[in-house]
C-alpha cells in the first residue's frame, strides 16, 4: 500500500501562502532586493511606485515579518526577508528551467528569447533582432541594456537567455561560456572644429594635453581607454563622467571634451554627423564582442538558434565597421591585424 504521506510536498502545503501570495508580489520583492530601491524596480518593471508600495506591504502583512529595512535610501532585507528572497530565487530558476524545456518542446513555432546587452551594444544588436525575428515571427523577445555592473549581476542571478558584452567579467569566467564575435573598435572623438581634426598621427602625449568625458568607473570602454595613457606613463584629464554614450557625444560636441568611445556609437550619423574621428597612434584599439551565458545553463532551443544566428552575423558588422572606418578617415585604417586591448 502507497504511503500518502510519500506523496506530500516537504512539509506540508503552504496554504497560507499560496492563497494570498502572488508571483506579481514576488517579482516586486526581488526586483526592490536585487536593485536596492522601490524605484528602480518599479522602472524595470513598469509600475507606479505606489503600485509597488502596496504590494510589498500586501506581501509583509501574509509574511506575519519585516522583509526590509530602509535607512535613508538604503534598502537591505531582514533575514526573514533575505529567507524569501532565496526561496523566490529558487521558485524563478524552476520557473525559467520549465520555459526552457516547454520552449525546446515547441520548437522555434513560439517562445521567448530574453537578452541583456552593455549599453554600447544597443548599436548594433536590435538590428540582428530584427533580422532573426524576420525569420521566427512568432518568438517574443526581451531586451535589456542596463549598464556593466547590472549585466553581471543579471549574470549571476540566471536572469537572461544571453548576454553581450564587450569586456569579460574577470570574476565570472570560470563560471561563464564566452563566444567572440564582431569587432568593437575603439577610437578618439573630437569636436569637427577642433583644432587636433587638422593634424594626423597624433601623439598620446599630445592627446593628453586635452580634456576628457568619459563613462563612469568600471566602464570596459574606459578601462581600455585608461589602459592606453597608463602604458605611456600618462594621466588623463578627466573633466567629466557621464553613464550614457549619447550624453558623452553631446558633451563632446558641447566643447567639454575629447572622448574615447566605441566606433558602433557613430553608426547613424556618421561623417555627416558633429563629431570626428582623430588620427592618433595606436587607434583605432581593436577589441571584440562577447556573447555570454551561464556554463552550467541548458540554453534553449531559441537561445541556440538566435547565439549560431548571432555569431553568422560577424561578417556584416565587420564590414559595416570598416566602411565607417573609411568614411570617417582619409587616411585608411583596417580593423583587422592590429593590436588588441582586452
Not at 521567448?112 to 536590435?126: E, I, N, S
Not at 568600471?218 to 597608463?230: E, L, N, P, Q, T
Not at 537561445?303 to 565597421?321: D, H
Amino acid at each position: 500500500m502507497t504511503d500518502n504521506n510519500n506523496l506530500r510536498f516537504k512539509g506540508g502545503l503552504p496554504d497560507y501562502l499560496i492563497r494570498h501570495t502572488t508571483f506579481r508580489q514576488m517579482q516586486i520583492f526581488e526586483a526592490i532586493v536585487r536593485l536596492g530601491s522601490f524605484t528602480r524596480a518599479a522602472e524595470e518593471l513598469f509600475l507606479t511606485q505606489p503600485t509597488v508600495s502596496s504590494q510589498i506591504k500586501k506581501l509583509t502583512n501574509v509574511m506575519g515579518l519585516p522583509l526590509l529595512d530602509q535607512s535613508g535610501r538604503s534598502i537591505k532585507p531582514t533575514d526573514a526577508g533575505n529567507d524569501l528572497y532565496q526561496a523566490i530565487r529558487q521558485i524563478f530558476d524552476c520557473l525559467s528551467d520549465l520555459d526552457t524545456r516547454l520552449a525546446g518542446l515547441k520548437g522555434l513555432q513560439r517562445g521567448r528569447l530574453r537578452l541583456a546587452v552593455v549599453t554600447t551594444a544597443k548599436y548594433f544588436t536590435p538590428e540582428i533582432l530584427g533580422d532573426f525575428c524576420r525569420k521566427h515571427n512568432a518568438i517574443d523577445v526581451t531586451l535589456k541594456v542596463p549598464n556593466r555592473d547590472e549585466i553581471i549581476e543579471r549574470i549571476q542571478n540566471n536572469e537572461d537567455d544571453l548576454y553581450i558584452l564587450g569586456q569579460l567579467p574577470t570574476k565570472l569566467e570560470s563560471h561563464i561560456e564566452a563566444h567572440c564575435f564582431a569587432p568593437n573598435p575603439l577610437v578618439v572623438m573630437a569636436p569637427k572644429d577642433h583644432p587636433l581634426c587638422k593634424e594626423t598621427n597624433i601623439s598620446i602625449e599630445r592627446l593628453a594635453k586635452e580634456t576628457f568625458v568619459f563613462r563612469e568607473v568600471g566602464s570596459g570602454i574606459r578601462d581600455a581607454a585608461m589602459k592606453v595613457f597608463a602604458e605611456h606613463g600618462i594621466v588623463p584629464n578627466v573633466r567629466m563622467e557621464l553613464g550614457s554614450n549619447e550624453a558623452i557625444k553631446h558633451a563632446v560636441v558641447g566643447g567639454l571634451g575629447l572622448t574615447i568611445s566605441s566606433l558602433h556609437t557613430l553608426t547613424l550619423e556618421g561623417a555627416s554627423g558633429p563629431i570626428a574621428m582623430l588620427d592618433v597612434q595606436g587607434f583605432p584599439i581593436q577589441r571584440k564582442w562577447y556573447i555570454v551565458h551561464p556554463k552550467d545553463k541548458e540554453l534553449s532551443l531559441i537561445a541556440k538558434t538566435f547565439l549560431e544566428f548571432a555569431l553568422s552575423s560577424e561578417p556584416i558588422i565587420s564590414a559595416r565597421m570598416q566602411s565607417l572606418l573609411n568614411e570617417l578617415s582619409v587616411h585608411k585604417k583596417p580593423i583587422r591585424g592590429q593590436g588588441s586591448a582586452t
